[in-house]
């Protein structure tokens, strides 16, 4: 499926000063997603033609660049007619539960080509799947946890910008939690499981969840932080 997106050729230093801009935006109101995709985009090219490398390296990686699944309502709604112990059905709970919609995230617009384009909106779609296996809330110890991973898993500046953002926000209480509890099960759990972009989830979702767990080597998250 091709990646719709109107394409924004930016110059190094247009780069430099966006991802400035959005840096200080994305600190000053963490909610900002479309702040927080830009900042990933112009600062994690390296980043993600790493990604794309491996995955041309991986059969299920390279069955994902042929066909270009989309996490994406058209695709993914029979997520929700699974049963209870499946890895769609997990899926579909933990979107139901907090009236997320899989077509909010926003598009792709500072990759240059359609390639690193799609790697980066498949990185961006499966955020909440991620969610979803690591047993991860959606507060901001949760987020930064993930970020953690992510950052783990691809190496990509803005998750680890958002990590220091996050800490930045946190109460004594959170921080101390988060430091001491998620932040080296994060990295520990990030370093452990597969290549996460490499696997083709839509072809799981029937599948239980504890087993596609145990399969990708994922640990699941420490008791949920209120």
């Known amino acids: 499926m091709t990646i719709e997106r109107a394409r924004v050729p930016l110059s190094r230093w247009q780069q430099a000063v966006v991802a400035m801009g959005c840096a200080v935006g ?34 299920e990686g390279r069955a994902i660049l042929l066909d270009r ?22 899926y579909a709970k933990f979107m139901g539960s907090r009236n997320f ?6 598009p792709v617009k500072f990759m240059e080509t359609d390639e690193l384009a799609y790697v980066a909106t498949r990185a961006r779609e499966v955020h909440d799947l991620w969610h979803t296996l690591f047993g991860l809330p959606t507060n901001l110890i949760g987020e930064s946890a993930l970020k ?18 996050g800490t930045v926000r946190f109460n004594e209480k959170q921080r101390s939690m988060f430091l001491r509890q998620y932040l080296p099960w994060a990295v520990r759990a990030g370093r452990q499981c597969t290549d996460l972009m490499c696997v083709y989830y839509e072809r799981h979702f029937s599948e239980d969840l504890e087993q596609v767990r145990r399969q990708w080597g994922i640990i699941p998250a420490p008791q949920h932080p209120k």
Not at 41 to 52: C, I, S
């Open 26 to 59: 994305a600190l000053i109101n963490p909610r900002r997603a479309d702040l927080i995709a830009a900042l990933g985009e112009t600062t994690g090219k390296p980043a993600f033609e790493m990604v794309l490398e491996r995955m041309k390296k991986s059969p």
């Open 69 to 90: 699944p989309r996490v994406v309502s058209e695709q993914v709604s029979h997520a929700w007619d699974l049963p209870d112990n499946t890895f769609g059905a997990a």
């Open 101 to 106: 919609s899989p077509d909010d995230r926003p």
């Open 148 to 165: 953690v991973i992510e950052f783990e898993q691809m190496y990509l500046p803005m998750c680890m910008l958002s990590v220091i953002g």
